[in-house]
C-alpha cells in the first residue's frame, strides 16, 4: 500500500468503479452538479458490443496502406508542405455539437497552419477503417535535407548502436528529442484533436526564446485525430468496430498500424496519449501492474516527473469544483494503489514504451460530453464543458514541451539505455527509491521484472504458415528475426535449415518478449485488473515457438530477414488436400468456394480440391500462404460457400470476414424487425441476441431455422441460447466477468483434432451436466489450466480455476456447437480461429451428414 500520497487515498480505483446499464464505467466521487464520471481507458473488457459493420469496411482495414515515414526522411527536408485536398463538408459530424473542430475542416486548417511560416508540415500517415486520412503533423525549426539525413543517421545510430550513441558527441549536441501526441484515438473523446491544433498554431508563429530554442531542439509530432472514423460519428470505436486502444499486439487496424509505424519511424522519447473523461484529470504513470517486460526504472523516473508538470499546469488553470465542476488532477501511481495499471501493451503509452518512450502517458481530461451527457445535456453546457476540455488538454501538451525543453538530452540517454541493455542483455534494473530517486511510495508491489531468454526459435516444420505470419508480426514490431541457412545446434537441440531465430540480444528485446513468451500468472499479486493480463503470440498464433534459456546463437548460421519466407506451396500431381488448420487456410478454401471450385470435405477436416483446379489452388497459395499437399482421398461431403448470421462482437466479426466467411450481422432488434432466414445457413450467437426477448413470431422463425440448421454459440449468451432452443442438454457455468488470459486446453473431439493446447478465455465459461448426445471437443487442463493472465475466484470461492480444471471447454452435438474459451478475442488469438471455422463449416453443413461424422 503506498504511503507517500499528496491527495486524499483511493486505495483500489477500480472499487470505486460503477458501471451502467450502457456498459460505462464510473468513478466515483461524482463531480460537482454532476453524475459520477465515466472512466473511458476502459469500457467492458470483454469484447461484448454486437458487431455490425460493413464487409467493405472489413476489407479496407484488412488493405489499406500505411505510410513507410521513414522514406522521406532520406530526401526530403522540413519542411515538408502539401495542400491538402477538402473533405466535403458533413452537417452530421458529431464534433460540431460541442464547438469542436468537424473532421472535414481539419485538412484547411492544416492547410492555413502550413501556410504560416516554416515550421510546420503535413503528411498523411494511412487510412482509417472508415478510408479517412490519417494527418500527422511536424512542428521543428526548418531542415536542409542534409540535416534531416543527418537526424536520421543519429535515431538510427541510438537503436542500432546505442553503446556508439552514448558517447558520440554530435549526436548530443545536435539531436532533436522526438516527442509524440496521439489526439482522440478515442472517436467521442474529441478534445485532444482540438487542443494540439491550437497549440501547433501557436508554435507556428511564437516567436519568443523558448519556442525557438523548443523547437531548434525537438521534433514534435501530432497524430490530430486518431480515429476520424470514431470522431465523425461520436463513437469509442472506429468504422470497423474496434477500440483502437486495445488493439497495439495485434495491429489488426489501419490506424493501429499506422500509429506503430510512426513510433518506429520517429522514435520519441515522449509520448501523450489524450483521452477522457475522469474528473480530475487522470495522469499516467499507473498502478501496479506494471508491464515486466520494460526498462521500468527509467520510464518511471521520466513519466512520473512530467506527470508533476502536468499535474500543476492543470491545477494551475484555476477550475474548481464549485465554480466548473472541475476536481485537482490526479496521478494513479501516487493517489491509487490499484485499478488503473500498464500490465499489458495493448494501450498506445504503453507500447510506445518498447519504441524508447521513456516519458509516456495516458491522460484523461476530466468533464463527460460523450455517451449520455452528449444526447442528455444542452448543447451550451456540452460546449462549455468541451473548452474546458481543450484548456485543460492544452495545460498537459505545453507542460509537456517545458519538461522536453528542459531535460531534453536526458531524456534521450536515457531511450540509449533502453536500446543499450538490450542489446547487451543486461539485467533490467528493479525500482526503488534508491534506483529512481524523486519518485515517492515505491514499494515492492511495484517491482516487476523478468528473466529474459537467451532466444527464440520458431522451428520449421509442421506450422509454415502460421510461422510465416508470426514472423512477419516480429519485423512489423521492428522485431529482429534471423533464419538459418543450414541446420544448427543451440542448447543441446537440434533445429532445421529454414528456422527462424529471435536474438534476445537486440535493442527491442523488451517488446520480442512482450508478444512470444508465456506470461505469467499475476492472479495472486493483484485483485483486479484494467483489461487483458494475457496476450502470448507464442501460445496463440499457432506457429511453435521454442523459448532457449541456455547456449548463445552468436556463432549459429543465421541471416537476418526482412519477410518470412513464403509458405505456400501446390503439390504437382492429383487431387489436393487443404488442411484447415489455419485462418489462411480457411479463407483460401472460401475463395475456391466462391470461385465454383468442387470442394469436398474429407473425414479428418480437411478440403479436397480437384486436379482440375490445380491453378485456382496455385492462385489461393500465393494469396494466403497456404499449402496443398496430394490427397490421398477424394473426400466425402460436398461443400458449399458458409453463410452466416452473426449476432457478435466487433472482434468476432472482423475475424469471421478475415477468413473469407459471408457474414450478415443480426440482433434481437434485427430479428423482431423481420429476418429472411433463407439467406444463411449458420447462426453464431456471442452477444446481442436473446431469444427469451424476441417477439413471438421472430422467435418462432428462430426456431424453424435452428431445428433444420445448425448454431455455433460463445460464451454465455451463446450457450444460453442453445439449451433455451433445446438444442444442447448442458450446463453452461461462466467464471468471473473479468477473468482472462491464456489457458492450456486438452483436445479431443474431431472439430479441436490438431489444435493448438493453448487457449484465450475472457469470462470463461465450462460446461456441466453434459445428457445424451453431447460430445466434448475441448477441456480445460487439470491441475491449473491458467497459463498467464489474471483469473480469481469469486469472494465465496466459486469461479476460479480450479473450478474450470478437467472441465468441458468446447462441446458439441448434431445441431449445435458451444465454445466457453474465446477462440476469435478482438481478431487475435489466429491459431484458434480454425476452432470455429471447423464448427461454422460443420453446422452449415447439418442436413448433409457432415455434423453427424465430425460431432
Avoid: C
Avoid at 457455468?733 to 472439430?751: W, Y
Amino acid at each position: 500500500m503506498r504511503t507517500t500520497r499528496t491527495t486524499p487515498a483511493r486505495p483500489v480505483l477500480i472499487a470505486a468503479l460503477a458501471v451502467t446499464a450502457a456498459g460505462a464505467l464510473l468513478l466515483a466521487p461524482a463531480a460537482a452538479g454532476a453524475g459520477p464520471e465515466p472512466v473511458s481507458r476502459e469500457g467492458s473488457g470483454a469484447d461484448t458490443a454486437v458487431a455490425g459493420p460493413s464487409a467493405a469496411t472489413a476489407r479496407q482495414a484488412l488493405t489499406a496502406p500505411v505510410t513507410d515515414l521513414s522514406a522521406a526522411d532520406s530526401v526530403r527536408g522540413y519542411p515538408r508542405r502539401q495542400t491538402l485536398a477538402a473533405e466535403p463538408e458533413n452537417p452530421a459530424d458529431a464534433s460540431l455539437r460541442l464547438g469542436l473542430v468537424p473532421y472535414h475542416a481539419i485538412a484547411p486548417r492544416l492547410n492555413a497552419l502550413q501556410a504560416l511560416g516554416d515550421r510546420v508540415s503535413v503528411e498523411v500517415a494511412g487510412r482509417s477503417a472508415g478510408g479517412h486520412r490519417l494527418y500527422l503533423v511536424t512542428v521543428t525549426a526548418p531542415e536542409t535535407a542534409g540535416q534531416t539525413r543527418d537526424q536520421e543517421r543519429m535515431r538510427e545510430l541510438i537503436e542500432n548502436a546505442p553503446a556508439a550513441a552514448a558517447v558520440d558527441p554530435a549526436l548530443k549536441s545536435a539531436y532533436k528529442t522526438p516527442v509524440f501526441f496521439n489526439g482522440n484515438i478515442h472517436g467521442d473523446e474529441w478534445e485532444g484533436t482540438d487542443a494540439s491544433l491550437e497549440l501547433v498554431e501557436r508554435l507556428a508563429t511564437a516567436d519568443d526564446t523558448a519556442t525557438r530554442d523548443l523547437l531548434a531542439h525537438s521534433r514534435l509530432y501530432f497524430n490530430i485525430t486518431a480515429n476520424p472514423d470514431g470522431r465523425i460519428a461520436g463513437t469509442r470505436a472506429n468504422a470497423a468496430g474496434f477500440d483502437l486502444n486495445r488493439d497495439a499486439v495485434t495491429a489488426s487496424q489501419p490506424e493501429t498500424r499506422a500509429v506503430r509505424q510512426i513510433e518506429i519511424a520517429k522514435q520519441p522519447a515522449v509520448v501523450l496519449d489524450l483521452h477522457g473523461y475522469v474528473n480530475g484529470t487522470l495522469i499516467e504513470p499507473t498502478t501496479p501492474p506494471h508491464g515486466e517486460n520494460y526498462e521500468y526504472d527509467l520510464f518511471l523516473k521520466n513519466t512520473y516527473a512530467n506527470a508533476l508538470g502536468m499535474e500543476a499546469a492543470v491545477d494551475g488553470l484555476g477550475l474548481t469544483p464549485a465554480e466548473d465542476g472541475v476536481r485537482p488532477a490526479q496521478i494513479p501511481f501516487r493517489d491509487q494503489a490499484e485499478g488503473w495499471d500498464d500490465w499489458p501493451p495493448v494501450f498506445t503509452p504503453q507500447y510506445a514504451a518498447f519504441h524508447g518512450a521513456v516519458a509516456a502517458h495516458t491522460v484523461e481530461i476530466p468533464l463527460q460530453v460523450n455517451n449520455a451527457a452528449y444526447t442528455g445535456l444542452p448543447a451550451g453546457e456540452l460546449r462549455r464543458r468541451s473548452a474546458i476540455n481543450v484548456r485543460v488538454a492544452g495545460a498537459a501538451l505545453r507542460a509537456t514541451l517545458d519538461f522536453v525543453r528542459e531535460r531534453g538530452p536526458s531524456l534521450v540517454a536515457d531511450q540509449i539505455e533502453v536500446f543499450r541493455r538490450g542489446a547487451a542483455g543486461a539485467a533490467q534494473v528493479p525500482v526503488s527509491e534508491r534506483t529512481v530517486p524523486g519518485v515517492p511510495g515505491i514499494g515492492p508491489e511495484d517491482v516487476w521484472t523478468t528473466a529474459f531468454p537467451r532466444a527464440y526459435v520458431l522451428p520449421a516444420g509442421p506450422t509454415p504458415t502460421a510461422t510465416a505470419r508470426l514472423v512477419d508480426h516480429l519485423l512489423a514490431n521492428d522485431v529482429r528475426v534471423t533464419r538459418a541457412t543450414r541446420s544448427f545446434r543451440l542448447d543441446g537441440r537440434t533445429y532445421r535449415q529454414g528456422s527462424y531465430v529471435v536474438d534476445m540480444r537486440q535493442p527491442k528485446r523488451g517488446l520480442a518478449n512482450a508478444l512470444l513468451a508465456d506470461g505469467r500468472d499475476i492472479s495472486g499479486r493483484v485483485s483486479v485488473m484494467y483489461d487483458i493480463s494475457g496476450w502470448s503470440l507464442g501460445r496463440l498464433w499457432g506457429a511453435r515457438v521454442v523459448a532457449v534459456h541456455g547456449g548463445s546463437p552468436a556463432g549459429a548460421p543465421l541471416r537476418a530477414v526482412t519477410g518470412a519466407a513464403p509458405a505456400g506451396t501446390v503439390a504437382p500431381h492429383g487431387d489436393l488436400r487443404l488442411r484447415l488448420d489455419d485462418p489462411g487456410a480457411v479463407a483460401a478454401l472460401n475463395s475456391l468456394l466462391r470461385a465454383g471450385i468442387a470442394v469436398r470435405r474429407d473425414a479428418d477436416g480437411s478440403a479436397v480440391v480437384p486436379a482440375s483446379a490445380r491453378a485456382q489452388a496455385a492462385g489461393a497459395a500465393r494469396a494466403y500462404d497456404v499449402s496443398f499437399t496430394s490427397a490421398a482421398a477424394t473426400g466425402t461431403t460436398p461443400l458449399h460457400p458458409v453463410r452466416i448470421a452473426a449476432a457478435v462482437t466487433a472482434g468476432e466479426l472482423f475475424a469471421l470476414r478475415e477468413m473469407g466467411f459471408d457474414v450478415t450481422p443480426v440482433s434481437t432488434a434485427r430479428l423482431d424487425a423481420g429476418f429472411d432466414w433463407s439467406s444463411v445457413d449458420v447462426l453464431f450467437v456471442s452477444a446481442g441476441l436473446d431469444r427469451a426477448a424476441l417477439t413471438g413470431a421472430a422467435r418462432t422463425a428462430l426456431d424453424a431455422f435452428l431445428a433444420g440448421h445448425g448454431l455455433v454459440g460463445r460464451g454465455a449468451a451463446g450457450a444460453a441460447l442453445a439449451t433455451g432452443a433445446g438444442l444442447l442438454d448442458v450446463t453452461a457455468v461462466q467464471g468471473p466477468e473479468d477473468a482472462n488470459g491464456v489457458v492450456r486446453v486438452v483436445n479431443s473431439g474431431p472439430l479441436t483434432a490438431g489444435a493448438p493446447d493453448h487457449g484465450f478465455v475472457y469470462a470463461p465459461v465450462w460446461f456441466t451436466g453434459l445428457g445424451p448426445g453431447v460430445r466434448v471437443e475441448q477441456s480445460y487442463a487439470t491441475g491449473e489450466p491458467l497459463v498467464s493472465g489474471h483469473w480469481r475466484a469469486r469472494s465465496d470461492g466459486s469461479g476460479g480455476p480450479g473450478a474450470a480444471a478437467g472441465r468441458p471447454a468446447v462441446v458439441s452435438g448434431p445441431h449445435a456447437v458451444l465454445f466457453g474459451t474465446e477462440p476469435l478475442f478482438r481478431d487475435h488469438p489466429k491459431g484458434e480461429f480454425t476452432q470455429v471455422a471447423q464448427a461454422l463449416i460443420t453446422m452449415a453443413h447439418t442436413g448433409s451428414g457432415l455434423a453427424e461424422e465430425s460431432g
